[in-house]
């Protein structure tokens, strides 16, 4: 595995490659990033894994600078795990002028976390057409727990017509169902208990929708409630139309029901996708 840290390398090295399989990331890797480090093997010929924390897509409140950089720990995983390449880029390399062109993301994007990170995915709409456009890859996989990212980026790609495919992979999730998440590691033995909970609210809804109840302002409330009186700060829970992101209007058939709430100064999100006629457990 070659780990590379300018764009003049990287695209040297992948002149030769064949299709390529992309895996942006963040670095500060769990089971989810590998695992879709192995799924992108049966994408392409060569596996590329991008670490680079986006200055771009932090607000001036949040965790940049704090942000865990584990480069060393992350290649040894990703070398496991089958990838060819690692593109480690530094922020001058990947912005040696401050960047004055950006991806404008669709309205869709200031809602939900959008709303309460302003600005946050025109920082990942930029970041990653830079991306695409360094990589080149055949294909991209992103994960499905970056829910409303992974609608933007696919809206970004179908408008703008990137010549690519997106492929959108399962959440992994801890046995008692916490969604993966680099930020995990910033919470407390304590708040890790009650992390769970979150996916659980969410489930409670799924269940509800299956058995029927179309009151989503209450199923909200009732779950915002339940995470509220357990000390949890909630941003939002809502229950969406999975193929427009926005609020349902009429007959739904895919749900996704989404979550994002602070648990002390760590903000957790996941989400459920519900077809309302599929069957089998929540
Ligand atoms: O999901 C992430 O880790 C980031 O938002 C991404 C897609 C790598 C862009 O910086």
Redo the contacts with the bound molecule.
């Keep these: 595995m070659d780990v590379i840290h300018t764009i003049e390398a990287l695209q040297a090295r992948l002149r030769i490659a064949g299709p390529v399989a992309f895996v942006?990331?963040?670095g500060n890797l769990h089971a989810g990033h590998l695992a879709l480090v192995r799924n992108a093997r049966e994408h392409g010929n060569c596996v590329v894994v991008s670490i680079?924390v986006?200055p771009l897509?932090f607000g001036p409140a949040e965790d940049f600078q704090t942000y865990p950089r584990t480069l060393d720990a992350d290649c040894a995983q990703l070398e496991q795990a089958g990838a060819d390449v690692v593109f480690a880029p530094s922020v001058a390399e990947m912005y040696p002028t401050p960047q004055q062109i950006e991806i404008v993301p669709p309205p869709i994007a200031g809602e939900l976390c959008g709303a309460f990170r302003p600005g946050h995915f025109q920082g990942?709409t930029t970041?990653?057409a830079k991306l695409f456009n360094i990589v080149q890859p055949a294909v991209a996989l992103?994960g499905k727990k970056?829910y409303q990212?992974l609608f933007v980026i696919r809206a970004m790609v179908r408008e703008l017509n990137f010549p690519l495919r997106i492929i959108g992979a399962e959440t992994l999730r801890a046995e008692d169902g916490l969604a993966l998440s680099s930020r995990n590691g910033y919470l407390s033995a304590q708040d890790r208990q009650e992390a769970p909970r979150l996916y659980r609210v969410l489930r409670n809804i799924v269940g509800q929708l299956k058995s029927g109840a179309r009151d989503y302002a209450g199923l909200e409330g009732t779950a915002r409630q339940a995470l509220e009186s357990n000390g949890w700060r909630v941003d939002y829970v809502s229950v969406r139309d999975a193929s427009t992101l926005l609020p349902p209007a009429g007959k739904v058939n895919q749900y996704v029901v989404l979550g994002a709430a602070w648990l002390g100064a760590t903000r957790l999100i996941d989400n459920i996708e519900v077809s309302i006629d599929s069957v089998g457990p929540v």
């Design positions: 942006p990331t963040m680079f986006n897509q990942v970041v990653v992103f970056d990212q």
